[in-house]
């Protein structure tokens, strides 16, 4: 006995199959127009302020041509056999990146007291993708404080590396290390609600975060329980990455792979609790 299968009914056995291959593939493709959507919305802000790139660039010079200049007459800080203003450049410029990502939180505090938070709440845009939105708009801003950092690096006579496959690789690690900490900071905000508790609390953790990783002096020279402590920073594997990267003959103290999976396994987590917390805000 034949089965007798009409071409109508082939066709439509054909567009069934072609949905279940397509549609998650539509599904990704539709979450990341959404998210680009927040990126170039928070974007958009940067561009109506530019006085904000420059007030952000005085951080940088002043650790650097300051602080960078002063600790290089130091001949006690092993540096791995690299001068101290090349050990120390990929630190000032994760730093910058922390300082900018870790206070993004309070944006969220002023979109709820606008009601933008609100009308962001009932659209169809998944958490997700407003989280991971607003990360990647702080890694977009990050990248001009990697432009800066540059620039005043070149001035200053550091040792780049120049070749383009590890400058991708640094814009790669900026956005990255500009997420963790631009997640991080939206969960403090919907935990602690005010600016006032959210300016306390960033204060409070920024110079720890910085001061507990290796921007600006290697791992080796701390004591024991700070090494601990630092080998859970997420902050010491972006700049292991970046000194990595940026410096000519640049060598990683732990690999660029683990550096990598530390970062965006620290997304991960981040944008995760963070979405889930976000609706938070408002309650």
């Known amino acids: 006995m034949r089965l007798r299968v009409s071409d109508a009914q082939l066709s439509g056995l054909a567009n069934q199959a072609l949905s279940l291959v397509t549609e998650p593939f539509g599904n990704i493709t539709m979450f990341a127009n959404k998210t680009l959507v927040i990126a170039e919305l928070e974007v958009r802000k940067l561009h109506h302020d530019l006085t904000e790139l420059f007030t952000r660039a005085v951080q940088p010079v002043i650790w650097l041509l300051l602080f960078g200049e002063v600790f290089s007459k130091v ?29 993004y939180g309070i944006a969220i505090i002023w979109e709820r007291d606008m ?70 900071s939206l969960i403090i905000a919907c935990v602690v609600k005010t ?3 959210f300016m306390g ?36 594997y972006e700049v292991d990455a970046l000194r990595t ?10 690999g660029l792979i683990l550096d990598f999976g530390v970062l965006l396994a620290a997304v991960v987590i981040l944008m995760t609790l963070s979405a889930r917390l976000y609706p938070n805000i408002v309650a």
């Open 201 to 236: 609390v960033g204060q409070v953790l920024t110079m720890p975060l910085f001061f507990a990783s290796n921007a600006i002096y290697p791992i080796s020279m701390m004591p024991g329980w700070l090494r601990i402590i630092s080998h859970m920073n997420p902050l010491t």
């Open 195 to 197: 600016r006032e508790r």
């Open 75 to 103: 001949r006690d800080i092993p540096t791995e056999g690299m001068r101290y203003l090349d050990f120390m450049a990929p630190g000032i410029l994760a730093q910058s990146v922390l300082f900018i990502a870790i206070f």
């Open 115 to 184: 009601g933008i938070v609100q009308k962001f709440l009932v659209s169809p845009i998944p958490r997700e993708a407003l989280v991971l939105g607003k990360a990647l708009s702080a890694g977009i801003r990050a990248l001009a404080q990697a432009f800066i950092v540059y620039a005043l690096a070149l001035l200053l006579g550091v040792k780049m590396n120049w070749n383009p496959v590890t400058l991708a690789g640094v814009v790669v690690i900026v956005v990255l290390g500009a997420a963790v900490f631009s997640t991080f």
């Open 245 to 254: 990267l940026m410096i000519a003959h640049g060598a990683s103290s732990f």
